[in-house]
């Protein structure tokens, strides 16, 4: 079965700063990897996500992410968040022909100004 | 185009009694899934529905929860009855069926809000 790691329960970034999210699976194959958001009193948002190819994937709301197969990583980033940004992210894996997603723990961003 | 909806978006009720919690996916969405976060854990996937049939259960933590999804719209999931341990925020999500190159929309997931449900 697959399963999911995010390290950082917490980050706190200043506004404009650089932001990077780790996220590590656990997976006998190619996973398919996804990031999530969910910013106060909202549901879970798509960020983006990567099923093949290219390994940089660029999602809504200037995020990109990478997939880095040796690392077992799917670490989000964003070169200069916004308060608005303020969220917790969720980082998910999806088996071929399985299409439950498994989901990390999650991490709670705060910007501040 | 409207979102993933649940109803209620908060329930408390005492342990023993009975819940329904109600999803409307988004329209032409075959798959509706169940999801849960209890206070502080992951997101645990419960269920998976493709029209009015269930594909996959194997989340679903016992008998006291039934989810249905009758004429293949939206979805009910009545816990029956509740215990304290069913605290936590109930999930659905939506998604298209079929693929193409490189893209399954299956695994592409709309959420909807969610339901606080708290058991006392």
């Known amino acids: 079965a697959q399963s999911v790691t995010q390290p950082d329960i917490h980050i706190t970034v200043s506004e404009g700063a650089s932001l990077e999210l780790r996220c590590n699976y656990s997976y006998g194959a190619t996973p398919y990897l996804f990031w999530y958001v969910q910013s106060p009193g909202q549901g879970l948002q798509l960020l983006l996500k990567?099923?093949?190819?290219?390994?940089l994937v660029q999602g809504i709301k200037g995020f990109e992410a990478e997939f880095k197969r040796s690392q077992s990583s799917f670490n989000l980033r964003k070169p200069s968040v916004h308060w608005s940004d303020a969220a917790e992210y969720f980082c998910?894996?999806?088996?071929?022909?399985?299409?439950?997603?498994?989901f990390g723990a999650g991490t709670t961003v705060t910007v501040r100004a | 185009e409207a979102g993933v909806t649940q109803f209620p978006s908060h329930s408390v009720i005492e342990k023993g009694q009975t819940v329904t919690l109600r999803c409307d996916p988004i329209s032409g969405h075959d798959n509706l899934y169940w999801y849960r976060r209890v206070m502080g854990k992951e997101i645990k996937f419960l269920l998976h529905?493709?029209?009015?049939?269930?594909?996959?259960e194997s989340g679903m933590p016992n008998n006291r929860f039934l989810a249905e999804r009758t004429g293949g719209t939206y979805s009910t999931l009545k816990v029956q009855p509740a215990e304290l341990e069913d605290s936590g925020v109930y999930f659905c999500a939506s998604s298209q069926e079929g693929r193409i190159p490189k893209r399954d929309y299956r695994y592409e997931q709309y959420f909807g809000p969610g339901t606080r449900l708290t058991v006392t």
């Open positions: 990567y099923f093949s190819g290219d390994t």
């Open positions: 529905f493709v029209k009015e049939s269930k594909q996959d």
């Open positions: 998910a894996v999806g088996a071929v022909d399985d299409y439950k997603l498994s």
